[in-house]
């Protein structure tokens, strides 16, 4: 995977997932608001911007290769920060490696599998060339609060997504649900959604929550489906408190 890292490299760790649909340049404000000393890990995921090469096959193969970019890139547990299909992604990497994994910020995802997904799938198969019309990519933009200076951004990734990486990213996104080690996870965690989500993304936060006794739940007043975009220095300075907490 493509990756870009910020900050000195005797700092923290700290990995970033962007979700589904975006690339690593979702976290850019976060980033600049951010003022703690921290090393951010920010790929690419598979099929994504600078990645799209690499055709997005599951979230255990794409797991695999984050633990391996893990150990190629820190050298102590890791924070992990993850957005939708990204929190997913960070929810069963802390589950299953929680020796690479000191705490984890699960935003927006989905933990309740949603009904009839083949025929979401079908009809997401039938309108997936859309997405590379600037036109449509415009309008998904505005519902995950891409402001107007990633816009560039956003229609390079929008374009570049293949019709295979958007349906298994999807699909795997609709059949997720937490995996039996979550209960076990012995660091640090912290669920976020938004309070104007759908209701199956604040159900799913709740679910990840009571299953994970100690971990902190909250559900952001105001905010959509782009917490990390809708307000970036609120979500940093949240984070950024995170981090500097002592871990359990």
């Known amino acids: 995977m493509y990756i870009e890292t910020f900050g000195r490299a005797d700092d923290r760790p ?24 921290a090393r951010f890990i920010v790929p690419d995921l598979p099929g994504h911007d600078h990645s799209a090469d690499q055709t997005y096959q599951s979230h255990d193969q794409t797991v695999s290769e984050l633990i391996y970019l893990i ?3 820190a050298t102590t547990q890791v924070a992990v920060v993850g957005f939708s299909l990204g929190a997913q992604l960070a929810v069963l990497l802390a589950s299953r490696r929680p020796d690479l994994v ?8 989905q933990a309740k599998p949603s009904r009839a997904p083949a025929l979401t799938l079908a009809l997401l198969a039938a309108t997936a060339n859309l997405a590379k019309h600037h036109w449509f990519a415009k309008q998904q933009a505005k519902a995950l609060f891409v402001p107007a200076g990633l816009m560039t951004e956003y229609l390079r990734t929008s374009s570049n997504l293949s019709k295979e990486t958007l349906l298994a990213a999807v699909g795997e996104n609709m059949r ?11 660091g640090m965690s912290l669920i976020l959604a938004g309070e104007r989500e759908r209701d199956v993304m604040q159900v799913s936060a709740q679910l990840l929550h009571n299953a994970l006794r100690g971990s902190r739940l909250a559900i952001i007043d105001g905010c959509g489906h782009g917490i990390p975009l809708q307000r970036p220095r609120w979500f940093a300075e949240r984070i950024c408190a995170w981090l500097r907490e002592p871990p359990v």
């Open 14 to 37: 700290v990995l970033l997932l962007h979700g589904g649909g975006v690339g690593g340049w979702m976290w850019n404000p976060t980033v600049g608001h951010m003022t703690t000393g």
């Open 71 to 73: 150990e190629k890139e």
């Open 102 to 109: 000191e705490r984890v910020a699960v935003v927006s995802a």
């Open 176 to 186: 997720f649900s937490p995996p039996p080690e979550w209960p076990y996870f012995p």
